[in-house]
């Protein structure tokens, strides 16, 4: 039995996976045989909404299944309605992110699951310009800060100490 398996067994009749992009992981999770009456993916990425939609109808799977664009952060759906959710190697990405668990667990259903799975991030100094690209991109939509002080975090992400990271860490929070 697969990891995905393991965890698609206990899942009941409604599942939000957080931050999907493509949703490989929740297709994939849907393919093996999840019964559930709608799973739904979120997105804020158009493009992974396109790529969601074709998967999910790839596998046959679009009519117990949403891609939906949302800001994790606010999620628009109502207290309490899925009984389990997941989130796939996107934890480390997130900025914001104790604002997204007090989503998830808004609505979950009081007796609901959460499932985060991650890869372990690169080593501080390990960042290569394709990441720290990305780590820019993501904090500049989600913080207060401006763009020119953002690019300067980034650009030293390589020389910081830990100690100065996992402060920078914190008041961004993101997860590390």
């Not at 109808?57 to 949403?66: F, L, P, Q, Y």
């Not at 699951?113 to 290569?128: L, P, T």
Request: aromatic share 8%; charged share 25%; proline share 2%.
């Amino acid at each position: 039995m697969t990891r995905v398996q393991t965890c698609a067994l206990p899942i009941s009749k409604r599942l939000l996976d957080v931050a999907s992009g493509g949703a490989s992981n929740l297709s994939r999770t849907l393919g093996l045989g999840a019964d559930v009456e709608l799973a739904v993916g979120t997105d804020r990425e158009l493009k992974c909404l396109w790529v969601a939609e074709y998967r999910l109808a790839h596998i046959g799977k679009r009519n117990v299944s949403e891609p939906v664009g949302a800001n994790i952060r606010q999620l628009p759906f109502a207290d309490g309605v899925f009984d389990y959710a997941t989130t796939w190697n996107t934890f480390t990405e997130i900025c914001g992110i104790e604002k997204m668990l007090q989503e998830v667990f808004r609505v979950l259903a009081p007796d609901g699951g959460f499932q985060v799975s991650y890869r372990s991030s690169a080593r501080i100094g390990e960042h290569d310009e394709a990441e720290l690209a990305r780590i820019s991109g993501g904090l500049t939509e989600h913080t207060e800060l401006t763009s020119s002080e953002i690019e300067s975090i980034v650009a030293n992400l390589k020389d910081m100490s830990r100690k100065d990271y996992e402060e920078f860490a914190r008041l961004a929070d993101i997860f590390i």
